[in-house]
């Protein structure tokens, strides 16, 4: 079967840490670009960061950069959001996406666009709050 699967979410005070992993069956992620994204209770999605089929390149969005880090072992399948100096802003189920190709999350001008990415994890929730 085809999917995505998130985890590691959780609650953790501001200034924690928190690893969210999402792992991929019934495909190879080699050749797919994986996103990272997050929607809080009442507001829209929104990109964190993504990382390319290549492990070459790797964006983030403003708000995370410096903070979060995203990596992949291709031969688990797995990418993986290491998240620090957690804020209360960060509340949010957070899903990983995959799209296709090598072109995907490259360059210095890299738009992190949901309508890209074409197959997506259930979620995890993470909670920062004191």
């Known amino acids: 079967q085809v999917q995505l699967v998130e985890s590691g979410g959780g609650l953790v005070q501001p200034g924690g840490s928190l690893r969210l992993s999402c792992v991929a069956s019934g495909f190879p992620l080699d050749y797919y670009a994986v996103g990272w994204f997050r929607q809080g209770s009442g507001k829209e999605r929104e990109g964190v960061s993504c990382?390319?089929?290549?492990?070459?390149?790797?964006y983030y969005e403003d708000s995370v950069k410096g903070r979060f880090t995203v990596s992949r072992d291709d031969a688990k399948g797995t990418v993986f959001l290491q998240m620090n100096s957690l804020k209360p802003e960060d509340t949010a189920v957070y899903y990983c996406?995959?799209?296709?190709?090598?072109?995907?999350?490259?360059?210095?001008?890299?738009?992190?666009?949901?309508?890209?990415?074409?197959?997506w994890g259930q979620g995890t929730q993470v909670n920062v709050s004191s």
């Open positions: 990382i390319s089929s290549r492990d070459s390149w790797r």
């Open positions: 996406a995959t799209v296709y190709g090598t072109s995907w999350c490259t360059g210095p001008n890299v738009v992190l666009n949901d309508q890209h990415f074409t197959l």
